[in-house]
């Protein structure tokens, strides 16, 4: 993989300027893993107005709408290429009973959501309106099943009644207005069951873990992908226990990790935060390449064949709730700087892929590193949609190795990271994907392309970048941050040379 050679001393916080950079860009590398599109997964949770508002108005809103679907949503999700969405939760899941979810919106119970804000949920929005959403979208869904405070048996019910194709449960789902089954593919068992999820140990969940899966049927030909339940961030011991006692019982093993300053006190201002704040939170995402590695490797030893998969299913940005706002309802905005998170992490995640299978950026709309916000019938694409919808190029293209000589920079924090990050892959009608950030925010970086192989005819590109890094898509505003056409690569013989300017990010097309 990547060869790096820092040739340029560390200082602290200081942005070591790259003046340039040669990727030489291996095309002839054999064998090399394709990108799944799950990477760009997402997730949805009933949290503040991720859900309602956000993606579900109803039928009868004056919001313009498809079935309760918002129309404008609706359209951004399909630019996106949204792969998989993730749902209800989150933490809600393990307080949530599909079953008052289902029949006669009048008569679905309403429940306080005891983990965002005690707002009264409703459960207008439940497993149809999911799964019709998935259906509607080509998207696959992730169901997030209740084992902290729902049983064996209520899980095991719910896959019955979202793939069987006869039984009681299919019976009842006819009865709702759904005679064929659903395909459901992914089934996360629990979530963060060593905290809101139960409260586990992981010896404990381990065992746990095993009831509830084994119930958790494949009916009708739908084969269940089961998700257990990983760890947090740096928890190695969690991994380790999981793939000791569960390996042949589990399809995947998640992980979550958020780029989030500290559990208690404030977690910083989304949009005003000074240049020391902005590497902190930029060298703090980029430690995930550690923690992936590391993850990695206790399950490489377990599964050297890499059966069972890795799924970042929780990761982004978590800053203070936007003044104003309910702050259990985890409403943030997003600027220049979480789209160069979005491009550093994708770029990562990238070359993991021979066991990372999936990640679900938190949230899709309205809550943390959101690609949407919404406010009432108002729309806006955050600077991370962007990044997503600019690389999504990249979902189920054949991964293609660069290696680069990059500086680096240490945080005020004391982390290290690369002062570049380049990315490339080869999608099936032949065209080679470039993407490219430069996190600095004063220098801008010359870099050549360098290609084994190819003798590029043309290249082409789109770059995200904004007179200043605070800068964010606001309602009823002009967007300040949008991606525009990139014309500064030039082809010279075998390379494509071009100059990043500081704070961008560029996505080529080389033909
Ligand atoms: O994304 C917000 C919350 O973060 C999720 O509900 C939970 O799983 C995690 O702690």
């Not at 491009?343 to 993991?352: G, R, T």
């Amino acid at each position: 993989m990547k060869k790096i050679i820092l040739f340029l001393s560390a200082l602290a916080v200081s942005s070591l300027a790259l003046a340039q950079v040669k990727v030489s860009v291996r095309e002839t590398a054999q064998d090399q893993p394709v990108i799944p599109a799950e990477i760009y997964g997402q997730f949805s949770e009933h949290l503040g107005r991720c859900i309602y508002e956000g993606i579900w108005v109803g039928p009868d809103s004056s919001i313009p709408n498809v079935d309760g679907y918002r129309t404008d949503v609706l359209e951004a999700f399909k630019a996106l290429k949204v792969p998989v969405l993730r749902w209800p939760g989150g933490c809600f899941a393990d307080e949530y009973h599909w079953m008052d979810g289902i029949g006669p919106k009048e008569n679905r119970p309403k429940l306080v959501n005891n983990n965002w804000g005690s707002t009264v949920e409703d459960n207008s929005f439940g497993t149809h309106e999911f799964l019709n959403l998935c259906e509607m979208l080509g998207i696959e869904p992730y169901i997030s099943g209740n084992v902290g405070s729902g049983t064996v048996e209520e899980l095991a019910k719910w896959v019955e009644y979202m793939t069987a194709e006869n039984g009681s449960m299919a019976e009842l789902r006819a009865k709702n207005g759904r005679k064929e089954p659903w395909k459901v593919k992914y089934l996360g068992v629990g979530n963060e069951t060593w905290g809101c999820g139960g409260d586990m140990t992981a010896d404990y969940y381990a065992d746990v873990y095993k009831r509830y899966a084994l119930y958790s049927r494949n009916y009708s030909g739908n084969r269940l992908f089961k998700v257990a339940c990983g760890a947090s961030d740096y928890d190695y011991n969690w991994t380790r226990t999981m793939m000791q006692k569960d390996r042949d019982k589990m399809d995947g093993l998640s992980l979550h990790y958020y780029t989030c300053k500290g559990w208690t006190g404030s977690k910083g201002s989304a949009t005003d935060f000074t240049p020391e704040e902005y590497y902190n939170v930029l060298a703090k995402s980029v430690e995930i390449d550690e923690v992936l590695r590391n993850h990695e490797a206790i399950m490489d030893a377990f599964d050297p064949d890499k059966r069972v998969a890795l799924l970042l299913d929780e990761w982004g940005t978590w800053f203070d709730v936007e003044p104003g706002y309910n702050p259990g309802h985890l409403f943030q905005q997003n600027t220049m700087r979480d789209a160069m998170v979005a491009a550093l992490s994708l770029n990562i995640f990238q070359k993991h892929t021979e066991r990372l299978k999936m990640a679900n950026i938190a949230q899709i709309v309205n809550v943390l590193q959101a690609m949407i916000l919404t406010k009432g019938p108002q729309m806006v694409l955050t600077p991370t949609y962007h990044v997503f919808r600019m690389f999504n190029v990249h979902q189920n293209a054949t991964y293609v190795p660069s290696e680069y000589n990059c500086g680096t920079l240490v945080s005020a924090e004391g982390r290290v990271m690369e002062n570049f990050s380049a990315c490339a892959s080869r999608d099936a009608a032949g065209a080679l994907h470039v993407s490219l950030a430069n996190p600095s925010l004063d220098k801008p970086v010359t870099v050549e392309l360098a290609f084994d192989q190819l003798k590029p005819k043309t290249v082409s590109g789109e770059i995200l970048t904004a007179s200043d890094v605070h800068a964010y898509n606001d309602f009823g505003k002009a967007p300040a941050v949008a991606p525009a056409a990139f014309s500064g690569a030039k082809v010279s013989g075998k390379t494509v040379k071009l100059t990043l300017p500081a704070a961008s990010v560029v996505v080529l097309e080389v033909k």
